[in-house]
């Protein structure tokens, strides 16, 4: 079998005129081929080394820079460049917002061929940085060296990392000195975390040989001062664990909920694991216009807060409603949209393939004392059926927030035979929302289109859409 030789090829003086998907910038080739740039700006004027070849693009990266452009900013983050976490802290975010709102509008008319009304402006997050409420770090025995590292003769020493994961490398972990992500006091733990373990010969993971103790360490913040810490570890040693937990005790009195996971199998994943509460509650809680939201270990919420805040108020402009509605909230997560909406609802349905969400929705919305919200468990595409619609009534809106695989098409046919008169789709990847968007056009019409920009300095965008019975 021969193989398809990439070989690779060198386009000098070439203007970079675009950003595309996954965060990629975008050049044109001599050849009149696009080239895909995961390290320059629109504006830049560059070298490019191709190291793939397709039939209608190459892949390559920017080997030298001739003009740099005037959307390019500095990166505030030492680890830019290597760390894949925020890809576009080089660009201003101005430009950011500009290239998102464009990646929505083509990805609605291009893709799904749909006619749109004048989309309003995207609505940027007032906070560039330290917007995030929720991040996970690894450890790990042997972490990643940088290319200066790697050529210098030098003992490198101490090789413990706890970062993030480096892209497309599953062992390999950055060591974290700073991150921009999330507010303080993460960056303290973290670093305070690691320094620990150092000094008292806690072994950091390594993920090729399952050895180690110490796993992951995920915080959670909150708007309400809330602090979850919670360790991650591979074994059991009580000594060593509790001389940990003690220690963030004693150092961080601010955490309000310090727990810990035991986990011997071979991935990090703890949804399938018991999660044990050494100090504080089991819980934190996030509020919203006085409604509090108990979140867990294990529970999803949006991860910018403030942002999640704004999402939720044009979904719910957009349904406009005035109560006397049933509206059905899809893709329900832990009932947020819906307990945020039920005030000015007859009455709302939540459905929820995810029974631990649905457990902790209806917990919620008992806490917030919401009595016109229901939820129920089941996977959409076989739940949401007649006889669901005949026991539970016809809806008059429709709110659906997928994820990013979108609706499943019967789902989508389902929402056609209910045909409601409003639905407002939620979206955070506009390509699949085209897709099942073309499939409403005959009966829908597109009234409103709004962009949210929820993750500063990265390519993710989220999109409100409010459809119209024609």
Not at 297 to 315: E, H, M, P, V
Not at 337 to 347: D, Y
Not at 393 to 400: A, M, W, Y
């Amino acid at each position: 079998m021969s193989r398809r030789k990439n070989k690779k090829q060198v386009f000098t003086n070439v203007e970079v005129v675009d950003a595309g998907a996954k965060g990629k910038t975008i050049a044109k080739a001599a050849d009149g081929k696009v080239i895909f740039l995961p390290n320059a700006v629109p504006g830049d004027i560059v070298d490019v080394q191709t190291f793939k070849k397709r039939k209608a693009y190459y892949e390559g990266k920017a080997i030298a820079f001739h003009k740099l452009s005037d959307k390019r900013t500095t990166p505030v983050c030492e680890h830019f460049g290597t760390c894949g976490g925020c890809k576009w802290q080089d660009m201003g975010y101005e430009h950011q917002l500009y290239y998102k709102q464009k990646e929505v509008v083509n990805n609605l008319t291009r893709l799904g061929h749909l006619e749109l009304p004048e989309v309003t402006p995207i609505l940027g997050s007032k906070n560039e940085y330290f917007y995030r409420n929720k991040m996970e770090f690894s450890f790990s025995d042997s972490r990643w060296l940088t290319v200066e590292e790697v050529q210098s003769d030098k003992d490198l020493g101490d090789r413990n990392a706890l970062g993030f994961h480096i892209p497309g490398m599953w062992d390999k972990i950055l060591d974290i000195k700073k991150c921009h992500l999330q507010a303080a006091p993460s960056n303290a733990i973290r670093n305070a975390v690691k320094e620990f373990a150092l000094k008292n010969d806690l072994e950091f993971f390594n993920t090729r040989n399952q050895t180690g103790l110490l796993r992951t360490l995920m915080l959670r913040t909150s708007s309400t001062g809330d602090i979850m810490v919670m360790v991650q570890f591979f074994k059991e040693d009580k000594n060593k664990r509790e001389l940990l937990l003690n220690y963030l005790t004693e150092t961080f009195p601010e955490i309000t909920s310090l727990q810990y996971v035991i986990n011997e199998k071979a991935n990090d994943t703890i949804y399938d694991q018991d999660v044990i509460c050494y100090k504080g509650q089991d819980h934190i809680f996030e509020e919203m216009e006085g409604l509090r939201f108990k979140i867990n270990a294990k529970s999803f919420y949006q991860t910018n807060s403030d942002q999640a805040y704004q999402l939720y108020k044009i979904t719910r402009d957009y349904a406009d409603l005035t109560g006397d509605e049933l509206v059905y909230d899809l893709y329900t997560g832990t009932g947020t949209i819906a307990q945020f909406v039920a005030k000015q609802a007859k009455k709302v349905i939540g459905v929820e393939a995810v029974p631990d969400a649905i457990l902790a929705a209806k917990e919620n919305a008992q806490l917030n004392g919401i009595e016109n919200v229901e939820f129920y468990v089941g996977d959409m595409k076989s739940v949401f059926n007649e006889a669901f619609i005949k026991t539970h009534g016809h809806p008059d809106v429709i709110i659906t927030d997928p994820p990013r695989d979108g609706m499943h098409k019967d789902v989508v046919q389902q929402i056609l035979n209910i045909a409601p008169k409003k639905v407002v789709y939620v979206s955070c990847n506009s390509a699949t929302q085209a897709r099942d968007l073309a499939l409403m056009k005959d009966m829908y019409q597109i009234t409103k289109v709004r962009p949210v920009d929820m993750f500063p300095q990265t390519h993710h965008v989220e999109n409100v859409v409010l459809l119209e019975r024609r």
